[in-house]
């Protein structure tokens, strides 16, 4: 497969989790968008690109089993988690004392939102501490066993940055529900990793990147909302989504949407329309490459592949490395990914 790509030939690329590489098809596909947008850039932007964001909405809304109204684009799920951490901020839903529960697993830029949240608003955060190897029969009740009165709000991965293990969060979503706790799950892993039905999921927000493991263009990710949670929602940025008076107009229509989800947050999405219009592309790629035989496939070959012992490369932090659950290969974490390494070449980011 390595020849329906455009990287290096002399560098095994495995670090799919920072930024997936593209495919050359859906790259030329990602050029074209851009193209005829230069052709005539306020037609398309202030014309087209209302209709055209909607189509490439409801292509991933199937993919995700979701709705596409409930589904708006962002640059990645860094952004989608502020725009709902800082959307209970500024409409006071949180208070002081209050609480948001999470795990010690989880990917830092989106720790330092939260700790931004509870700086301004006087909440605090609350760790459930899941302790290595993985024990997935023990997750639920290790995470449910820090919930108090005060918890407002379960902040969870669903595949981890740094452990890159897959949360089985499906029955939390459901007791948090029942509880009156609002769910965020990070899902920057999980497009492309796992199979997903967010609608049955029925996160009251979930956050996702397509430019990762479904090998979409860099900076196109999706922000998915239960339909009750629309109005709370605003974006890091206010625009013309929020000047009510423009928004019978036909061109502004166009522009900034026609639901309060689009017009509120999706607002950012035009300057992501090339990068977000070709990760339908992706979908049928993924298809035609059977990609998921594909990745299993590499997972069973990468313990062949990998040394005894791994020996140290410059720059690389092996004190950082930790042994999969399985006793798989040994992995160094930076940010939002897992690094590997080629046969005996160490470890790099």
């Known amino acids: 497969m390595k020849n329906l790509f455009l990287l290096d030939p002399t560098q095994v690329f495995l670090n799919h989790g920072s930024f997936g590489a593209c495919p ?37 809304a199937q993919y995700l089993g979701a709705q596409t109204q409930d589904l708006v684009c962002v640059p990645n799920a860094t952004t989608g988690v502020n725009t709902v951490a800082r959307s209970l901020a500024s409409e006071h839903a949180l208070v002081p004392g209050d609480e948001i529960l999470t795990t010690n697993h989880e990917y830092g830029a989106c720790e330092a939102t939260w700790d931004w949240v509870c700086q301004h608003t006087g909440a605090r955060m609350v760790r459930a501490e899941i302790p290595l190897p993985f024990c997935a029969a023990e997750f639920t009740e290790r995470v449910w066993a820090g919930v108090s009165p005060r918890t407002r709000v379960l902040f969870l991965s669903h595949i981890t940055s740094g452990t ?62 239960r339909r009750e949670h629309h109005a709370l929602l605003h974006a890091p940025v206010i625009s013309w989504g929020y000047a009510a008076d423009t928004s019978g107009t036909q061109g502004n229509a166009a522009y900034t949407g026609t639901t309060l989800l689009e017009r509120q947050c999706g607002g950012r999405a035009r300057a992501i329309l090339p990068p977000f219009w070709p990760c339908r592309r992706p979908l049928p790629f993924r298809r035609a490459t059977t990609g998921r035989r594909c990745s299993g496939a590499a997972t069973a070959l990468q313990p062949k592949r990998w040394p005894a012992s791994v020996p140290h490369r410059s720059g690389a932090d092996l004190r950082r490395c930790r042994l999969w659950p399985d006793g798989g290969a040994p992995r160094a974490h930076h940010g939002r990914h897992t690094v590997g390494a080629a046969p005996a070449a160490g470890v790099w980011n």
């Open 24 to 60: 050359a098809e859906v790259f030329d596909h990602y050029h074209q968008w851009q193209r005829e947008m230069e052709r005539n850039p306020v037609d398309f932007l202030g014309r087209r690109s209302g209709t055209l964001l909607t189509e490439a909405r409801a292509v991933l």
């Open 164 to 225: 890159a293990l897959i949360f089985p969060i499906a029955e939390l979503v459901q007791r948090a529900r029942a509880a009156g706790i609002l769910t965020l799950i990070d899902g920057a892993h999980a497009p492309g990793h796992i199979p997903l039905n967010l609608d049955t999921l029925g996160a009251d927000f979930y956050t996702g990147n397509c430019h990762k493991w479904l090998c979409a263009p860099k900076g196109s990710a999706f922000l998915h909302v």
